[in-house]
């Protein structure tokens, strides 16, 4: 197993495995496909804003991302983050998800991060209590406002410091 940096020639693979969430879960609250070119954008972007992306490669094979960016627009929040983690549907076991956090986290620190979001959705228990095995604390429920598959869903937000 690798935990390695996203480069453009992954952006096809990070598109399938997010638009499986974006299509069959409540994992995202979005509803529109990415494709290969809104990901190479957003590593563009990402590389721009000293944001990284990493991919989990298991024999060969993309099998997760984990990047992080923005979590509020104005300086007074430069120094906090949200992050997106997904591994593939198939992936297999081996705590490669809370791999890849540790090498996102340990970027984050190296780039003066205070602390790092999540936002996940409250019918996704497994997100969550993956966020609180490798050490954030749910700070608020925001009711009602994502909206997908003809309903309104739960907002978790979660929320880990990085320095002192």
């Not at 890849?100 to 959705?121: P, R, W």
Request: glycine letters at 8%.
């Amino acid at each position: 197993m690798t935990i390695r940096p996203a480069t453009k020639n992954d952006a096809a693979i990070i598109a399938d495995i997010w638009n499986h969430y974006i299509r069959e879960t409540l994992v995202t609250f979005n509803a529109v496909e990415k494709s290969a070119s809104d990901i190479e954008l957003m590593l563009a972007q990402k590389a721009d804003e000293n944001h990284a992306t990493f991919c989990a490669e298991c024999d060969g094979r993309v099998i997760g991302f984990a990047t992080y960016g923005t979590f509020r627009n104005g300086i007074g929040y430069a120094h906090s983050k949200e992050h997106t983690i997904m591994l593939a549907p198939d992936a297999p076991k081996g705590g490669f998800g809370s791999k890849l956090m540790q090498v996102l986290e340990n970027h984050c620190c190296e780039n003066g991060v205070h602390c790092l979001m999540a936002g996940v959705s409250a019918q996704n228990t497994a997100a969550i209590a993956f966020h609180k095995k490798i050490g954030f604390s749910t700070v608020a429920t925001l009711r009602e406002v994502g909206y997908k598959f003809s309903k309104w869903h739960d907002l978790v937000l979660m929320q880990k410091f990085l320095s002192k």
